[in-house]
């Protein structure tokens, strides 16, 4: 019956490789030839993406039905070490395989919605190569089983990240946020070093499938891997101490925040989390757990105050990531990958909506512009929007759908996830508090209840900011009143991956009972691999559910009246300050960081300066020696030598006039030396 | 009969007049006769002292030096042109590619 599926083993694994490949073969046609291509060639990168997930559907049911495709080949083989030092290994099984589907299909649904999204923007020739890069590394991300390949494909994507967020280079913050991205992903592929560098010696390979066998006891070392590891997930999933780069990175075309820093590229931490879970001891774990929910309730906070529509989404993105940490921290990493399956559908799909908004924002400007009336606004300021839910009615309700998922309304997949993951966190605190005997473990549920109440009253707050109330931007530019500017429809580009994400955001691709996240199919396929307890209290999700609901009512409250003015700041209190500006993390960062560095710099030059005096000094000792040496060898030396020359010249220039040159001359030499022996003779006979 | 030594006294006054020219004169051609004024010098001391022992092979031997001067002259003469040919003169003071 199944006939459509892939039996054969080796071509599951030839297919999942013909999966990432092919994105990778886009790139180099539209790198190498993108100009000739009609319309720059985005039609081919899509539609490569869109064999690429076709491939990703087919080989997801194969796999869900049981089997697992593995391949390794032997790269590097060196005398001395065992055959499996170095290998390529590719390994496709449900964890590779959902992650594959995901990554295409929002990948697929972005190269869609940035056809239209980029339409005659600056270097659209340049965008689809670099999309089309990135799907390729985080397929090979996904695919790799090798913890070194893993490694560069984990730099591939951290680089094809920050081409993507400095894609308009010509902005200045643009750029600073590319740079400020990538340094702090360095910090974190720092970890990630480390820990190869810890398992080569303890294991001599970087197989995963080989790693598993030789990591038995955990041991001060292998725990010291974990934690680097976990320190370059950390980085990449943007996680306290390092998300700051993530609010930045938004300086992004926005369907790349949505598929990179959204939806995949950051969940790309918890996927290797999960693939690792094996050597991650009960400390890494608690380290986790407690990392995740500093960072979400860190994260949470400030996205109450951002003006910015997509930093609102970034900071709640953190935020859902802490939720994974905590899942993976709580030892049940199905329920992180779970949130990170549905995180990823209603996350993107926010950010779509998002983008949605912003582009309506910009063709208002564009309108304006061509009848005369030229204003420079912030397409991106909430504060100039409202009422849009009459203007863009389909965005309105992808947005509301979303929303309320990400918030973890029931019947929604947000839902399912999020509940599994507070279980999990309760349960281990349970556990954990009563192995210890301490309560600090309650800490992680108690964070991620207080975090789900205000996830629930930033969303209303940009809900209402962005579709309620007055359109705002009206009172900023009158002229908008009279204008007729209604004439924006919305485009099947975008519309289409909109109603797709907003589909995937409710119960029923996931669950078929929508309370109930132990029975979804995700979770009991998974936990036949990680086998992790899955009984959750009752009164977890009506706690959360009540918190949600209490978010939103807070939230209506709160900002259903509030006029906010972009103009005029309004007298800031402390606490606004505060998180508006993120706690100040950047601001501690350069007092800890940059400041020290430029004093260490500065005291560096100083010495350096020193040293050079010295250098200097030394050098002028050689000069006056040099000087004396020289004079030596001219006067002393080189007089001897002359004067031995000189004498050999003297003596030579007493004889060398005989030698005239004149045949006459040597004729009357000759006859006197002739006359002189006859007269000699003549005389010795007598 | 005129003595000997009146002819040896000739012989003499030619071979110092040969040796003057050869020194003295700068033509090369010049000095080329001096040598032949020598041999001829010695041409008559030969004949002369053949006179004196009443044998013939003095006198034989002045043929073939008159033969051989011939010759001689022949080569010389040859060289002076060559050496005239490179060096556009026959001035023996110019002539000093030998000076060491």
């Known amino acids: ?686 | 009969m005129i003595p000997s030594t009146h002819f040896l006294i000739v012989a003499a006054f030619l071979f110092a007049m040969g040796i003057m020219i050869l020194i003295v004169k700068r033509n090369a051609i010049a000095a080329l006769m001096g040598i032949e004024l020598m041999l001829n010098a010695v041409n008559i001391n030969l004949v002369v002292f053949s006179n004196l022992n009443r044998q013939i092979d003095g006198q034989m031997f002045v043929i073939f030096v008159i033969v051989v001067a011939v010759a001689e002259a022949a080569v010389g003469l040859a060289l002076l042109l060559q050496v005239y040919k490179n060096y556009r003169t026959s001035d023996l003071d110019k002539i000093t590619k030998l000076k060491g």
């Open chain 1, 1 to 686: 019956m199944n006939s459509y599926l892939i039996t054969d083993l080796d071509n599951l694994v030839y297919c999942s490789l013909a999966t990432a490949l092919l994105p990778f073969c886009a790139f180099l046609i539209l790198f190498f030839g993108g100009k000739q291509l009609p319309r720059k060639g985005d039609w081919l990168a899509a539609s490569f993406i869109g064999i690429s997930f076709v491939l990703s559907v087919v080989i997801f049911f194969s796999v869900w039905e049981g089997r697992t495709g593995v391949a390794s080949i032997r790269w590097i083989s060196l005398a001395g070490l065992p055959d499996n030092a170095f290998t390529i290994s590719v390994r496709v099984d449900k964890l590779s395989s959902f992650m594959m589907l995901t990554v295409c299909l929002i990948s697929l649904l972005v190269h869609l919605y940035s056809m239209e999204y980029m339409k005659g923007k600056l270097n659209y020739t340049r965008y689809f190569p670099y999309l089309s890069v990135f799907t390729f590394a985080m397929l090979g991300l996904i695919l790799s089983d090798n913890l070194l390949i893993t490694f560069m494909f984990w730099e591939l994507v951290g680089f094809t990240s920050y081409l993507l967020i400095g894609f308009w280079f010509t902005k200045e913050v643009a750029v600073k946020a590319s740079k400020k991205a990538f340094l702090f992903n360095r910090i974190g592929d720092l970890g990630f070093i480390l820990a190869l560098m810890i398992l080569w010696s303890l294991a001599g390979t970087f197989d995963l499938q080989f790693l598993k066998g030789s990591i038995e006891e955990p041991s001060f070392w292998v725990t010291l891997a974990g934690l680097g590891i976990v320190l370059a997930c950390i980085g990449k999933s943007a996680q306290f101490p390092l998300y700051v780069w993530l609010p930045d990175a938004m300086e992004g075309p926005t369907p790349v925040s949505a598929l990179i820093h959204a939806a995949t590229m950051v969940a790309a931490g918890i996927y290797l989390l999960a693939k690792v879970t094996f050597m991650l001891g009960e400390d890494v774990l608690t380290t986790i757990a407690m990392v995740g929910a500093t960072t979400m309730l860190m994260s949470a906070l400030p996205a109450l105050f951002q003006n910015d529509i997509k930093k609102v989404l970034a900071y709640s993105t953190i935020s859902q990531l802490g939720y994974m940490f905590v899942g993976i921290g709580a030892g049940v990493p199905e329920a992180a990958l779970f949130h990170l399956f549905t995180h990823a559908f209603f996350k993107a799909g926010l950010f779509l909506s998002a983008g949605a908004v912003i582009h309506y924002m910009h063709e208002i400007k564009h309108v304006l512009f061509h009848e005369g009336v030229y204003n420079d606004f912030d397409a991106q300021d909430m504060r100039f929007m409202g009422g849009l839910k009459t203007k863009l009615p389909l965005v309105f309700i992808v947005f509301v759908v979303c929303a309320a998922s990400l918030v973890g309304l029931p019947l929604l997949s947000g839902f399912l996830s999020k509940e599994a993951i507070i279980g999990a966190a309760y349960n281990w605190a349970e556990a954990s508090g009563s192995a210890h005997n301490s309560i600090v473990y309650y800490l992680v549920p108690l964070s991620c209840f207080i975090t789900a109440f205000f996830t629930a009253l930033y969303m209303t707050r940009q809900l209402i900011m962005l579709f309620f109330g007055d359109f705002r931007l009206e009172n900023h530019i009158p002229y908008l009143r009279t204008a007729k500017h209604d004439h924006h429809h919305q485009s099947l580009l975008i519309s289409l991956p909109l109603v797709v994400l907003c589909g995937l955001s409710v119960f029923i691709p996931f669950s078929w009972n929508p309370f109930s996240p132990q029975s979804s199919w995700f979770i009991q396929a998974l936990n036949q691999i990680f086998e992790s307890n899955l009984e959750f209290s009752h009164g977890v999700t009506y706690t959360t559910v009540a918190l949600a609901l209490a978010g939103i009512a807070a939230g209506v409250l709160m900002y259903r009246n509030k006029v906010v003015v972009a103009e005029k700041e309004e007298k800031v209190s402390y606490v606004t300050e505060l998180l508006g500006k993120n706690w100040y993390l950047e601001k501690i960062y350069y007092h800890i960081m940059v400041v020290p560095g430029f004093r260490l710099a500065f005291y560096t030059t100083k010495i350096d300066f020193v040293i050079d005096k010295l250098l200097d000094g030394i050098a002028v000792v050689y000069v006056v020696l040099s000087h004396i040496v020289a004079w030596f060898d001219k006067s002393v030396i080189d007089g001897l030598v002359r004067l031995v020359a000189g004498i050999a010249a003297f003596i030579s220039g007493l004889f060398k006039n005989i030698q005239s040159g004149r045949v006459q001359q040597y004729f009357a030499y000759t006859l006197a030396t002739v006359l002189l022996l006859i007269y000699l003779f003549f005389n010795w006979m007598n």
